[in-house]
């Protein structure tokens, strides 16, 4: 079993970018996917970007894509989110999520109830 715990959040100018970085415990860190996900307060989890147990595959919501990127080190049991080009809208609590193994499809590893493990969320908050 893992617990994701993130860092990094803060408070950034928009078009700066931040790197967060999701750890967890556990020798079989190297077995689970691994989603990001952010809350605004108000509004449901969203899905951000996930990655596989390989590292092989990535994944990203449409508002992100060119500008985040998901990558892991399986030898720090870490994996990261790089922000780049941040806008006001990604301002959000930052989440970590962990799944044993993999999902069975895109849509899977967007929902929040298909991951078993998750951190305790890092603020991100983008000025205009």
């Known amino acids: 079993q893992v617990q994701p715990v993130e860092s990094g959040g803060g408070l950034v100018q928009a078009g700066g970018s931040l790197r967060l970085s999701c750890a967890a415990s556990?020798?079989?860190?190297?077995?689970?996917?691994i989603g990001w996900f952010r809350q605004c307060p108000g509004k449901e989890r969203e899905f951000v970007a996930a990655?596989?147990?390989?590292?092989?595959?990535?994944y990203y919501e449409d508002s992100v894509k060119g500008r985040f990127t998901i990558s892991r080190d399986n030898a720090k049991n870490t994996v990261y989110l790089q922000m780049n080009s941040l806008k006001p809208e990604d301002t959000a609590v930052y989440y970590c999520?962990?799944?044993?193994?993999?999902?069975?499809?895109?849509?899977?590893?967007?929902?929040?109830?298909?991951?078993?493990?998750w951190g305790q969320g890092t603020q991100v908050t983008v000025s205009s």
């Open positions: 990655i596989n147990w390989s590292g092989g595959g990535t």
């Open positions: 556990g020798r079989t860190f190297s077995s689970y996917s």
């Open positions: 999520a962990a799944q044993w193994g993999g999902h069975s499809s895109d849509y899977a590893r967007t929902r929040t109830n298909l991951y078993a493990h």
